[in-house]
């Protein structure tokens, strides 16, 4: 049996409604009640006096753009990017929008990283809690015991939290950081042999604990790590098999000689770069680079692949080449969300225009979202024919995967698939969370001088700061959650409008790409 409050609201609003209704209770009382004795009059004397003073400083406008400098900040300490960012190119677009520069080489790399993580997580996560290793349909770690699962999960986030350190740490600290997630690699492997895992699930697992080491020091290092690590998957489909004795030694052999080979060329390349424009073409097109030699090295053995279905083939495409095509898109969302979120904070935007852009940045991340979609079934569907052109069978059933999804979109095989492709909306998130609580700064200059002026003679006069003091906390919560809930509700209301909208763009994009398939 449900119970509702009138209205038709649910039962868990009631504390929230008992709330606000003693919030609102005890502002009228503040601002509006006489008093019954001269110490009771004097009390509420200089409670008014201090609200008229948060009133008179804006002290409601200060402490939030105080929080969204706190956490813009952070955001800026975290990709190291403060003189980029705060130093927009003189008549610039950007400067003339945002009055900062948001797209600089510090958010790229943060984007990079997080866009290899992405799929790691949303793979790992999902082994761990359900035992599904699976990755498109191809098993990829033997099941375990739950308790095995979480605790080999948990010792790699913290084995990729200590590398993530030692990428920023400096001297001891950094080969303290360096050997203490080295050491984790140690101890997954020794729980994987003491919880009986067969060989080749511990080998992957430990190259998915490798990769995702990677990804915490993302840039050069991380495409590097996928260049190498095409080479011995490569050279197990020349042999035949794709087990770890056909390419243990290979890998290896090539995977030092060419990750440190590459990866002195190219920090050679970037320390000759100055501009802010140069080291970002310089990414772009080391990143595209990058992503086009694996798909190169992988075109090329798809003739001789007795499995083009392989582990190995489907591990470098999922977390690999797609990962480094999706990472420009989601720099340029980041970018828009943070840009926006500055110009709130430096008095571009305000009132209205806060919320205006709110819902411009929510448009812009669904037309990344489909970009993205686009990128990733392009380059699958590009893949797909290079294999069948060679002479082979397609790489992935794209029809089937599609189909998997629209069944069954929760499943916990998919889960990687959520992580990456979601990952556009979260700066988008945040903005609205943000751009919501914007509501503070819609007091008009007049009507404050007025309310100031008149405040202790017209009790209309207080009774419009009344409104303004108690209202405001209370409405910047709901527009925030408003628009939190637009959001949700285009994606997944009325059967998913967003979500049902880019399933049905993917299979019509699928149906163009692939019409002999």
């Known amino acids: 049996m449900s119970i509702s409050l009138p209205f038709h609201l649910p039962l868990w609003t009631l504390p929230l409604v008992l709330l606000a209704m003693g919030w609102f209770w005890y502002q009228y009382r503040m601002f509006m009640a006489t008093g019954k004795d ?40 975290f990709t190291r990017d403060a003189e980029p960012f705060f130093a927009p190119a003189p008549g610039s677009w950007r400067g003339r929008l945002f009055g900062v520069n948001p797209w600089t080489e510090g958010s790229y790399l943060l984007c990079l990283r997080l866009a290899f993580l992405y799929p790691f997580a949303g793979f ?49 600290a950094q080969w303290g950081y360096w050997l203490a997630g080295t050491a984790m690699i140690g101890l997954v492997g020794l729980g994987m042999a003491i919880a009986g895992a067969p060989i080749m699930g511990g080998v992957i697992l430990f190259i998915l604990t490798l990769a995702m080491a990677a990804s915490a ?55 000759r770069l100055r501009s802010a424009r140069g080291v970002l073409r310089y990414w772009l097109g080391f990143n595209l680079l990058s992503m086009l030699a694996v798909a190169a090295t992988m075109v090329w053995f798809f003739p001789h692949a007795p499995n083009p279905q392989s582990v190995s083939l489907l591990g470098l495409i999922f977390l690999g080449i797609l990962p480094m095509a999706n990472a420009a898109l989601d720099w340029l969302s980041l970018g828009v969300t943070r840009g926006l979120l500055s110009a709130i904070r430096n008095g571009h935007h305000a009132g209205y225009w806060a919320w205006g852009w709110a819902l411009v940045d929510m448009v812009l991340a669904l037309v990344f979202l489909f970009l993205i979609i686009s990128v990733t079934l392009g380059l699958l569907a590009g893949l797909n024919a290079a294999s069948v052109y060679g002479g082979g069978e ?69 009774l419009q700061a009344f409104g303004y003091f108690s209202l405001t906390p209370l409405v910047a919560f709901a527009v925030s959650v408003g628009l939190l809930w637009l959001l949700y509700w285009l994606v997944s209301a009325h059967h998913g409008l967003i979500g049902g909208a880019l399933l049905t763009w993917a299979r019509a994009l699928v149906g163009w790409l692939e019409p002999s398939l």
């Open 38 to 77: 001269d110490e009771q009059r004097q009390r509420l004397a200089n409670d008014r006096a201090m609200r008229r003073g948060w009133i008179a400083e804006r002290r409601w406008e200060a402490r939030y753009l105080a929080i969204l400098g706190w956490s813009l900040d952070k955001v800026t300490r």
């Open 124 to 172: 790992l996560i999902g082994w761990a809690l359900t035992g599904a290793g699976a990755l498109a349909g191809q098993e990829v770690i033997d099941p375990l015991e739950a308790g095995w699962r979480v605790l080999a999960l948990a010792a790699m986030v913290l084995m990729g939290w200590l590398w993530f350190k030692a990428v920023r740490a400096t001297g001891w």
């Open 217 to 271: 020091g993302a840039g050069a290092g991380t495409t590097i790590f996928f260049i190498a690590l095409a080479g011995p998957v490569g050279m197990a489909i020349l042999s035949g098999a794709d087990t770890i004795t056909a390419w243990i030694g290979a890998l290896v052999i090539f995977f030092i000689v060419v990750t440190f080979g590459i990866h002195l060329l190219a920090d050679q390349l970037r320390r």
């Open 394 to 462: 397609p790489v992935l059933d794209l029809k089937g995967l599609l189909d998997g999804l629209a069944q069954d979109p929760t499943a916990a095989e998919f889960g990687w698939i959520h992580f990456m492709m979601l990952s556009t909306l979260l700066p988008t998130l945040a903005h609205f969370l943000i751009a919501g609580v914007s509501i503070v700064l819609w007091l008009p200059e007049r009507m404050r001088i007025r309310i100031l002026a008149d405040f202790d003679k017209l009790e209309s006069t207080r």
